[in-house]
T-cell receptor, first 111, second 115 residues
Framework: SQQGEEDPQALSIQEGENATMNCSYK?????LQWYRQNSGRGLVHLIL?????REKHSGRLRVTLDTSKKSSSLLITASRAADTASYFC???????????FGKGTTLSVSS | EPEVTQTPSHQVTQMGQEVILRCVPI?????FYWYRQILGQKVEFLVS????????KSEIFDDQFSVERPDGSNFTLKIRSTKLEDSAMYFC?????????????FGAGSRLTVL
């Protein structure tokens, strides 16, 4: 089945630093989304980027998409301790079909 | 803010028992989903449901699993005869109609422990 593969698996940074997470996927997609999961909780949608977009911003989040390389990156700028969570990319192959999640990156931000 | 509600938050059951996990999706959403996450692993798609029928399912969703929307608000996942490997966090999600972009709203999850 198609899925994103996040890299790195785990990332530890200090408050104020930027965090970059990468996602690779296997086949053409309709859109790619990033979700966040706090420990033991459900997933929360962060940002969506469509296949015809290259970059998108939302607050401290910046997402890029390179369809030629089948990869995406999520950048969190000026990280805070509250950003500590797991981050997942999820792909939609065709409009209306299910989201398929990657394995996630666990981000730890220490103060 | 509207939310997806799941019950129970945690259920412990014996192997071979039937389990029903319940979800109340957001009221104006039309598409419903179940995902599961084995501890420390990725979130896996199980099934999607629209217009009172399954629209898509994964290979995980075998004959032991079933879903139902018994009334206008609840969406349930039944596991007929639980196995040890069914121990996981089960997440319900919902979204609006086709005009949307498959952005899902997730519940907080139901943790299932099979002994």
């Amino acid at each position: 089945s198609q899925q994103g593969e996040e890299d790195p698996q785990a990332l530890s940074i200090q408050e104020g630093e930027n965090a970059t997470m990468n996602c690779s996927y296997k086949t053409s997609i309709n859109n790619l989304q990033w979700y966040r999961q706090n420990s033991g909780r459900g997933l929360v949608h962060l940002i969506l980027i469509r296949s015809n977009e290259r970059e998108k911003h939302s607050g401290r989040l910046r997402v890029t998409l390179d369809t030629s390389k089948k990869s995406s990156s999520l950048l969190i700028t000026a990280s805070r301790a509250a950003d500590t969570a797991s981050y997942f990319c999820a792909t939609v192959l065709q409009a209306g079909t299910a989201l398929i999640f990657g394995k996630g990156t666990t981000l730890s931000v220490s103060s | 803010e509207p939310e997806v509600t799941q019950t129970p938050s945690h259920q412990v059951t014996q192997m071979g028992q039937e389990v029903i996990l319940r979800c109340v999706p957001i009221s104006n959403h039309l598409y419903f989903y179940w995902y599961r996450q084995i501890l420390g692993q990725k979130v896996e798609f199980l099934v999607s449901f629209y217009n009172n029928e399954i629209s898509e399912k994964s290979e995980i969703f075998d004959d032991q699993f079933s879903v139902e929307r018994p009334d206008g608000s609840n969406f349930t996942l039944k596991i007929r005869s639980t196995k040890l490997e069914d121990s996981a966090m089960y997440f319900c999600a919902s979204r609006q109609g086709m005009a949307g972009a498959n952005v899902l709203t997730f519940g907080a999850g139901s943790r299932l422990t099979v002994l």
